[in-house]
């Protein structure tokens, strides 16, 4: 059987992973972690964060003929309901708090990043007719990743290769050398 795996772009990897690790971690979004932009989240399921890419700029000076390396533009959107008990700007501060500690916790996101640079945040509180108001914190994050520019998108796996070959100074009744390697396989 001959498993063939689908390389995804980098940035979507980053992104998933941010993804897994902020709905993995303890803020108060639980597990209302998406990895769009679009359709923001209704103020009946608040808090909630949204995860996206911006701009993924190839660093020319750091980048060689065998490897581009990226600094991609990451935004964390938090979606926080203003109410009396706890007003919109301190939710959306107790939010990027949390955030942030889940983000320093992983900062190589799981092997896809080299380095995450945490770039600043941006607050505002919604207002749109008779909806309650809601909070909206933005986090940028940089993250930089590198790749091999001539790396092919798809890959066939092999489970095993059986490969001999003559013993180099041997006499006529040596036998040939021959090696079998077998993968094992991983099921999803």
């Avoid at 303890?26 to 932009?37: E, H, I, N, Q, Y």
């Avoid at 995860?51 to 003929?65: G, P, Q």
């Avoid at 909806?131 to 489970?159: K, N, S």
Wanted: hydrophobic share 45%.
């Amino acid at each position: 059987m001959i498993l063939t795996l689908e390389m995804a772009h980098q940035r979507k990897l980053v992104r998933h992973a941010v993804v897994a690790l902020l709905a993995a971690a303890s803020t108060a979004a639980g597990d209302r972690v998406l990895g769009t932009r679009v359709d923001p989240h209704k103020p009946g399921k608040l808090p909630a964060l949204s995860v996206y890419t911006l701009n993924d700029l190839i660093d020319e000076e750091a980048s060689s003929a065998t490897e581009e390396v990226h600094e991609l533009e990451l935004e964390i959107t938090g979606w926080v309901a203003h109410t009396d008990a706890v007003p919109a700007d301190d939710a959306m501060d107790d939010l990027a708090e949390q955030v942030e500690a889940a983000m320093k916790e992983d900062e190589f996101l799981g092997g896809k990043a080299n380095e995450v640079r945490f770039a600043g945040t941006v607050m505002q509180v919604v207002e749109t007719g008779n909806d309650p108001l809601v909070g909206v914190v933005v986090l940028t994050y940089f993250v930089t990743y590198r790749v091999d520019p001539f790396a092919p998108a798809e890959l066939d796996d092999f489970l095993s290769v059986d490969a001999s070959h003559e013993v180099v100074g041997g006499v006529n009744d040596t036998v040939p050398a021959r090696e079998v390697f077998i993968v094992q396989e991983v099921t999803p």
